[in-house]
């Protein structure tokens, strides 16, 4: 089935670097986009999110960029801080979703390390 | 706000014993909630849906008869992991989708429980 997907599994970065996880999906259907950073024993905490009809959406320190001709997401944390250190995962789903449920297919995740 | 509460985080018990996971919505009503299974460094896969006063939509390859899923109210749902044995050890998760929203909203998640079986 389709399935959305990472670049990178582990990602290590000076604090005070930014970071860029990246995520690609596969789903031509899926309008709607989510990234979840999860810290260890915690369940995923929502960031920020984009819908297609966007490219670009800031929130605070973060950015999310979407680009659906190569169906590509991307995540940018500007000024990384230890507290970003978690796993990130980028999630996707049809806001039309026939069955109505909404359900969200998860990426594989991405490891963020920061370096005191 | 949208706060989901799980409980218990953790439950350690022998096997042979069914546990109950409960999922509430602390601040908003969920017509939806959605229970996933994580393994360690994996990402998270959907059991099921938990639909509020009907039935649960299991994922292929999930025994509904191993995990009930009861969505009595617009605020709690239950998972229970019936003779629960070592290979069902795992971390669960719920969450919640506020009600009446369009699709375009995110889920809301629990702080998980940590299932092991002895």
């Known amino acids: 089935g389709e399935s959305v997907g990472l670049h990178l599994p582990t990602l290590s970065v000076q604090e005070g670097d930014n970071s860029i996880i990246n995520c690609a999906y596969s789903?031509?259907?899926?309008?709607?986009f989510i990234w979840y950073k999860q810290e260890s024993g915690k369940g995923p905490q929502f960031i920020i999110d984009?819908?297609?009809?966007?490219d670009k959406r800031q929130g605070q320190r973060v950015t999310v960029l979407l680009n659906k001709t190569v169906k590509h997401l991307s995540l940018q944390i500007a000024a990384t801080q230890p507290g970003d250190s978690a796993v990130y995962f980028c999630?996707?789903?049809?806001?039309?979703?026939?069955?109505?449920?909404?359900?969200?297919?998860f990426g594989k995740g991405t490891k963020l390390s920061v370096i005191p | 706000g949208a706060v989901v509460s799980q409980h218990p985080s953790r439950v350690i018990c022998k096997s042979g014993t069914s546990v109950k996971i409960e999922c509430r919505s602390l601040?908003?009503?969920?017509?939806?909630m959605f229970w996933y299974r994580q393994f360690p460094k994996k990402s998270l896969m959907l059991m099921a849906t938990s639909n509020e006063g009907s039935k649960a939509t299991y994922e292929q390859g999930v025994e509904k008869d191993k995990f009930l899923i009861n969505h009595a109210s617009l605020t709690l749902s239950t998972l229970t992991v019936t003779s629960a044995h070592p290979e069902d050890s795992s971390f669960y998760i719920c969450s919640a989708r506020v009600l009446g929203t369009s699709g375009g909203q995110p889920q809301h998640f629990g702080d998980g429980t940590r299932l092991s079986i002895l």
């Open positions: 601040d908003f009503q969920a017509t939806t």
């Open positions: 999630a996707e789903t049809s806001s039309y979703s026939g069955a109505g449920s909404y359900q969200l297919t």
């Open positions: 789903n031509s259907a899926s309008d709607y």
């Open positions: 984009i819908r297609s009809n966007m």
